[in-house]
């Protein structure tokens, strides 16, 4: 694709005129003379303060906004250099307006004013249909417009498939994060619940001596009934006793007892 060129190429053939210019009016002519041969040079910054200078003698100059607006152009200082070129439509030469057209054009297309750039093209045309560079740079934009026509419907497919991306990325992320608190969460249930059953044996180990002291308590009263019972049996049996004694007393009652005699 061909650059726009004519308001990066300006002739000296095309200075000069506007020095001749200047000669009939307020400017000085020094100061013109001196920035338009640092502009020759290419000492952009040293020919704009020249212009600037010269544009001091006379604030309303068009000729003189014209040639600011030229050198602030090649300093890449384009919002700026678009106000110096409308100060200079107030030309009353046709020419003149006819160049100012064309460079408000170069000037919307380095701001990516495409369509703007257009309009100034026509404008340029209609005072000069043989311009041939304008009809050129009318022509490269109009294509520029259509080819970015063309790609929008493309460019749209691929912003709503980032998009689309994106967003898979941040639910992936979602759920993985959700995962995460999960499994974060079934841990910390497992730690409780071994936690829970640790504390249920600590329990059940405290209670198990007491159980123990329980089931002790019906063996001893079981042991004070067997001595109850063996008072009691023994008991009867030195009642018992005491009847066998009186028993053998009967049975030794006095009696005749044979006496053996010695023969």
Same mark, same amino acid.
């Given at each position: &694709? &061909?650059?726009?060129?004519? &308001?990066?190429?300006?002739?000296?053939?095309?200075?000069?005129?506007?020095?001749?210019?200047?000669?009939?009016?307020?400017?000085?002519?020094?100061?013109?003379?001196?920035?338009?041969?640092?502009?020759?040079?290419?000492?952009?910054?040293?020919?704009?303060?020249?212009?600037?200078?010269?544009?001091?003698?006379?604030?309303?100059?068009?000729?003189?906004?014209?040639?600011?607006?030229?050198?602030?152009?090649?300093?890449?200082?384009?919002?700026?250099?678009?106000? %110096?070129? $409308?100060?200079?439509?107030?030309?009353?030469?046709?020419?003149?307006?006819?160049?100012?057209?064309?460079?408000?054009?170069?000037?919307?297309?380095?701001?990516?004013?495409?369509?703007?750039?257009?309009?100034?093209?026509?404008?340029?045309?209609?005072?000069?249909?043989?311009?041939?560079?304008?009809?050129?740079?009318?022509?490269?934009?109009?294509?520029?417009?259509?080819?970015?026509?063309?790609?929008?419907?493309?460019?749209?497919?691929?912003?709503?498939?980032?998009?689309?991306?994106?967003?898979?990325?941040?639910? %992936?992320?979602? $759920?993985?994060?959700?995962?995460?608190?999960?499994?974060?969460?079934?841990?910390?249930?497992?730690?409780?619940?071994? $936690?829970?059953?640790?504390?249920?044996?600590?329990?059940?180990?405290?209670?198990?001596?007491?159980?123990?002291?329980? %089931?002790?308590?019906?063996?001893?009263?079981?042991?004070?009934?067997?001595?109850?019972?063996?008072?009691?049996?023994?008991?009867?049996?030195?009642?018992?006793?005491?009847?066998?004694?009186?028993?053998?007393?009967?049975?030794?009652?006095?009696?005749?007892?044979?006496? $053996?005699?010695?023969?």
């Amino acid at each position: &694709m &061909m650059s726009l060129q004519k &308001m990066v190429r300006v002739t000296p053939v095309f200075l000069i005129l506007l020095l001749v210019y200047s000669a009939r009016a307020d400017m000085d002519r020094g100061k013109v003379k001196e920035g338009i041969e640092a502009y020759e040079q290419e000492q952009w910054d040293e020919s704009l303060q020249h212009f600037q200078d010269a544009l001091l003698d006379d604030p309303e100059n068009p000729i003189g906004h014209y040639n600011v607006a030229q050198a602030l152009y090649k300093n890449r200082k384009y919002e700026e250099a678009l106000k %110096s070129y $409308e100060k200079s439509l107030g030309t009353q030469d046709i020419a003149m307006r006819e160049k100012v057209y064309y460079n408000l054009g170069n000037t919307q297309y380095q701001l990516n004013n495409y369509q703007e750039a257009i309009q100034n093209y026509i404008k340029a045309l209609d005072l000069d249909p043989h311009d041939q560079d304008a009809k050129h740079n009318l022509e490269l934009v109009r294509a520029k417009l259509k080819e970015m026509a063309q790609k929008q419907p493309m460019q749209n497919q691929q912003q709503q498939q980032q998009q689309q991306q994106q967003q898979q990325k941040q639910q %992936s992320g979602a $759920e993985q994060q959700q995962d995460q608190q999960n499994q974060q969460q079934s841990d910390q249930d497992e730690q409780g619940q071994e $936690e829970n059953q640790t504390q249920k044996q600590a329990q059940q180990a405290e209670k198990e001596p007491l159980q123990q002291e329980k %089931s002790a308590q019906p063996q001893e009263k079981q042991k004070e009934l067997s001595k109850e019972e063996a008072e009691r049996i023994l008991q009867a049996l030195k009642s018992e006793e005491k009847e066998n004694q009186k028993l053998r007393q009967v049975q030794r009652a006095p009696g005749r007892i044979p006496v $053996e005699k010695d023969w």
